[in-house]
């Protein structure tokens, strides 16, 4: 995603000694530099859900320019659900955390509420999220 400085961010998981997610910048898209390493404590603080230090699903970015605010979404199963096969994956739900600096975080929170019957209890993954013409956009995997 393209950041509020013109860069072009790129996020990932699992990248060092430590596991933690880590953030590349590029002026040009193609030479990559580390710019961030997130705290684990962001991905490991959600009540319920699976917090394993080295395992959080397939973290995404979005900048907003409105609120000059970083989305930063992942997802992660129930933990009395993990290694339960499609039960693990029918229980996987998308979390946030917003910052504006990348040294703090707002806590973590379910991205999407679904209420209606037919899509309450429907998996969720890999959302990406986009503004265009003034509105919000999420696009998301169901498991």
């Not at 961010?9 to 590029?26: C, D, L, N, Q, R």
């Not at 080295?54 to 979404?73: C, H, L, N, R």
């Not at 739900?93 to 973590?108: G, H, M």
């Amino acid at each position: 995603m393209k950041g509020r400085d013109g860069r072009y961010y790129m996020m990932a998981g699992k990248t060092t000694a430590s596991h933690a997610p880590t953030i590349w910048t590029s002026a040009d898209l193609l030479s990559w530099s580390v710019e961030y390493t997130l705290p684990l404590s962001l991905f490991n603080s959600i009540p319920g859900y699976y917090t394993e230090a080295t395992w959080f699903g397939a973290p995404k970015m979005f900048y907003d320019e409105v609120s000059d605010q970083y989305m930063i979404s992942w997802h992660s199963s129930q933990t009395e659900l993990v290694g339960k096969g499609e039960d693990e994956w029918r229980s996987m739900r998308t979390f946030y955390t917003l910052t504006s600096d990348f040294v703090s975080y707002t806590t973590p929170r379910q991205l999407f509420n679904f209420t209606s019957e037919a899509d309450k209890d429907m998996a969720q993954i890999d959302a990406i999220i986009r503004k265009i013409d003034g509105k919000y956009y999420a696009i998301v995997k169901d498991e």
